[in-house]
């Protein structure tokens, strides 16, 4: 992909997919970033050699592509004194604002993409959902997914509200193994283990468990059937969370979770137009 990718804030999202897009080999100067903290702003010079400005309005003329990475409720304010070329690509990383209201700030001559990044793209290994609306150019959904997969996997859903139930699986979803792990090492210390080996055990039984599943070739059913015996310790374990209800509370998680997503789409919405 060839072209200049403006970004609208500098913070830690923009800062992996900076790094990503450089180490697959964008050049840093293609790069331009609108970050008024000026000591952020150094730093991204510094690091990446990439070009910074104060003000957004300074660096999108001639972008092919601007990536929204502002929190949400900032975002409306960020893009309204943007002058964007016709057909730029507007990529929205910032939870719960939707088309129509970005569409109300920037007009109907850009091409717009939400998605819904999560965390461990700051490692390189997250997973982005996204969304375009109906007519969106080829070009545009390649060059938005170009710059997410700087940061990890992609995955493209049919419908807007879908990136409420995306928001609710992945972009929340590292704090549900954070929550896990935590559960794991304080029940380890309560079984006598030190609080420094319980940690050990409950961290690196996650990572590992995920490049099983990350291997893909095992569907994460027959993995847990293989180390569950008959009668032994896991199944003692996986029976005791069965029996309390695990599977119905996590999907009862999630729904709260894409609800609440959906609420904060609407209350954005609302203040864009107040």
Known sequence: MAGTVAFIGGGNMATSLIGGLIAAGADPQALRVAEPDAA?????????????????????????????????????????????????????????????????????GVHIVRSMPNTPALYGVGISGLYAPE???????????????????CCWVEHESDLDAVTAVSGSGPAYFFLLVEAMREAGVKLGLSPEVAAQLAARTLVGAAKMVDA???????????????????????????????????????AAAANRSRELGDELAAAATS
């Not at 730093?43 to 990446?48: M, N």
């Not at 996986?238 to 209800?245: D, I, N, P, R």
């Open 135 to 153: 007519g969106t150019p080829d070009a545009a959904r390649k060059l938005a997914q170009w710059i997410l997969d700087a940061a990890g996997q």
């Open 40 to 108: 952020r702003a150094a730093a991204l010079r510094e690091r990446f050699g990439v070009q910074t400005a104060a003000s957004g309005g300074d660096i999108v003329a001639g972008a092919a592509a601007v990536v929204l990475a502002v929190k949400p409720q900032q975002l409306v304010a960020a893009v309204k004194p943007l002058q964007l070329d016709k057909g730029t690509t507007v990529l929205s990383i910032a939870a719960g604002v939707r088309v129509e209201t970005l569409r109300a700030s920037l007009g109907s």
């Open 216 to 254: 893909g070739d095992t569907d994460v059913a027959v993995l847990r059937a293989n180390v569950t015996s008959k009668g032994g310790t896991t199944a003692a374990a996986l029976q005791h969370l069965e029996s309390a209800g695990l599977r119905p509370i996590i999907q009862d998680a999630l």
